[in-house]
């Protein structure tokens, strides 16, 4: 079992910057890739940016040249820098850790909120 702990959500202007920080708890052993999603109201939940155990890195496209995903290995911490940030961007982002691929196992942190007025 992994418990997974965000900060660093919070209210900024377009064009500003925030780090999302999520540390991993637990059986952390057993964690194969790190990601970060997000969901805005009424839409579905998507795929902000990965990272696996290797350092692969994957991002959406809206997101690609602005949002930066890293981990820690050793203190079990994933980090989302986020510059040049959009009102488009404005959504609950959760941390997500791949535990097992086939059959899927995974967890998720309860979220924090982003917001980025105009």
């Known amino acids: 079992q992994v418990q997974l702990v965000e900060s660093g959500g919070g209210l900024v202007q377009a064009g500003g910057s925030l780090r999302l920080s999520c540390a991993a708890s637990g059986s952390t052993s057993s964690i194969n890739a790190m990601n970060w999603y997000r969901q805005a109201p009424g839409k579905q939940r998507e795929l902000v940016a990965g990272i696996s155990n290797g350092g692969s890195t994957t991002y959406a496209d809206s997101v690609k040249g602005r949002f930066t995903i890293s981990r820690d290995n050793d203190k079990n911490i994933v980090y989302l820098q986020m510059n040049s940030l959009k009102p488009e961007d404005t959504a609950v982002y959760y941390c997500?850790?791949?535990?097992?691929?086939?059959?899927?196992?995974?967890?998720w942190g309860q979220g924090t909120q982003v917001t980025v007025s105009s």
């Open positions: 997500n850790v791949i535990l097992r691929w086939i059959p899927r196992l995974s967890a």
